[in-house]
């Protein structure tokens, strides 16, 4: 758990400076997001390493805890399935799991980096997923690779992994969950037993994005 905490530290003083230093990017620019405005909470969210532990001690630090791994396994399973892709997944007008009801997030402290960086300074309304539009968004890739190189880093050191780890938000939350609780215990075994049924993000990314990354591939030859 020290190397949890560890993580955690290095990762929020990360999205602070990052914040800092786009405080004179994001100068001027009419950005359109507000509190309440959701249409993007029902996006393919890939989430990093990094990011899901943090929310998973988030989580796991709740009192009702338990009562959310169904939720997040049932969340989890909705992204499985063929040809799933940004545009796909988006016309399932899946809500995110930790979206409320009065459309504000639930996770807002610690949401991941594709959640904290998704801006746009074109209307709200063109957000709409029954729109079909383009929307005007502000390019912060390079601020996202941040926390991606970081979480790289956390998938070497932390779990000797040689790949990112990387799959939907839910998922990764339960993946990040079953990290801190080890394999031992009864929240471990009662973690286990909840999401037998939902692959681990090194299967998820085998069995559905890497077949749909050929088919694309190979129809642009």
């Known amino acids: 758990m020290a190397e949890g905490l560890t993580v955690f530290a290095a990762l ?8 800092e230093a786009l405080v004179s990017k994001l100068a001027g620019q009419p950005i359109s997001c507000k509190k309440g405005c959701a249409h993007c909470c029902m996006l393919l969210t890939a989430v990093s390493t990094a990011d899901a532990l943090q929310i998973a001690q988030t989580v ?3 009192p009702d805890w338990r009562e959310w791994v169904p939720k ?3 969340a989890a399973q909705a992204h499985c399935f063929e040809g799933v892709g940004n545009r796909t997944y988006l016309d399932k007008k899946q809500r995110c799991v930790f979206l ?5 997030c639930g996770i807002y402290a610690v949401r991941p980096a594709p959640c904290r960086f998704h801006l746009v300074v074109s209307a709200p309304e063109l957000c709409d997923p029954d ?5 005007a968004q502000v390019d912060l890739r390079q601020a996202e690779a941040f926390v991606w190189d970081f979480s790289l880093e956390v998938d070497q050191k932390l779990l000797q992994s040689r790949v990112p780890i990387v799959a939907p938000l839910p998922m990764m939350v339960l ?3 079953q990290v801190l ?3 031992e215990g009864p929240a471990a075994a009662f973690l286990l037993e909840q999401t037998k049924d939902v692959p681990s993000p090194q299967v998820y990314f085998e069995r559905y994005i890497v077949p ?3 088919r694309k591939e190979a129809a642009n030859e």
């Not at 409320?100 to 504000?104: G, V």
């Open 12 to 19: 929020t003083d990360l999205y602070r400076r990052i914040d």
């Open 60 to 62: 796991l630090n709740w």
């Open 72 to 74: 997040l396994a049932q």
């Open 100 to 104: 409320k009801e009065d459309n504000t």
């Open 131 to 135: 729109g079909h539009t383009i929307t």
């Open 175 to 177: 993946f990040g969950m």
């Open 181 to 183: 609780l080890g394999d």
């Open 212 to 214: 749909e990354l050929r």
